[in-house]
């Protein structure tokens, strides 16, 4: 890696921390949303399954598109994005009755899952040089703290707001998001782009065309508690 300020270091430090408290304050505020919006929208177990489910295909979708991304347009603007689309996906969610619009809107509301859980990995191995097996291990942490917040951030919000549902959760979950949207906006990213080596210019869709990678991704599948 180029060699970079100590105050870029912490930034950006700082910047894939946020982030990984974002995606699991979304993930699990998402999930402690569904059981009121099975019984606010009447749905069945069918289509409350399909709710659940489509958390795991709109991480791989995510997943998969910042991998093209961030080497195209950078990390700033992929994990802006992210925090961008999942807001929008928020707002609309407030506003939708219709089963198969919310399921739409919910993959554009889960964008930080995929963008956030991957993307900070990515810009943590070209930046965690020194001791990276502990700044891994808050890595996966701070996930735990942003998983933690989010179910009591949940039951602040149905207990103080008079007449609150799920639909008043996804609109205040926005002003945390809004708020590791605007700081990172606001820093220098000193790590633009993810580095490759000159010698060995592999594209994205080569390793999607490894049979270990897929093993690796569905290893990890399983490994995923729902």
């Known amino acids: ?67 093209f991304l961030m080497p195209k347009i950078g990390y700033k603007a992929t994990f802006a994005v992210s925090l961008v689309i999942s807001i929008v996906g928020n707002i609309a969610t407030v506003f939708t009755s219709n089963f198969w619009l919310l399921m739409f809107v919910q993959v554009l509301a889960t964008c930080g899952n995929g963008v956030l859980d991957d993307g900070p990995s990515s ?61 990172l906006l606001c820093i220098p990213f000193a790590v633009k782009k993810p580095k490759t080596n000159p010698e060995e210019k592999k594209s994205v869709g080569h390793y999607l065309r490894s049979p270990l990678v897929w093993y690796c991704a569905i290893l990890l599948n399983f490994l995923e508690e729902r």
């Open 1 to 67: 890696m180029e060699s970079i300020s100590k105050t870029s270091y912490w930034l950006l430090t700082a910047v894939i921390y946020l982030s990984v408290i974002g995606n699991g304050f979304i993930d699990n505020t998402r999930s402690v949303t569904y059981p009121d919006i099975m019984q606010q929208l009447h749905l069945d177990h069918l289509h409350y399954g399909m709710l659940q489910s489509l958390g795991q295909f709109s991480y791989l979708l995510w997943a998969l598109l910042a991998a």
């Open 123 to 183: 810009l943590a191995v070209y930046l965690f040089t020194k001791h990276p097996a502990v700044l891994f291990c808050i890595m996966s942490g701070v996930y735990g703290l942003g998983a933690f917040v989010a179910p009591l951030f949940s039951s602040f919000i149905l207990k103080y707001i008079k007449g609150s549902n799920y639909k008043q959760i996804y609109l205040w979950m926005n002003i945390p998001l809004a708020a590791i949207l605007i700081f």
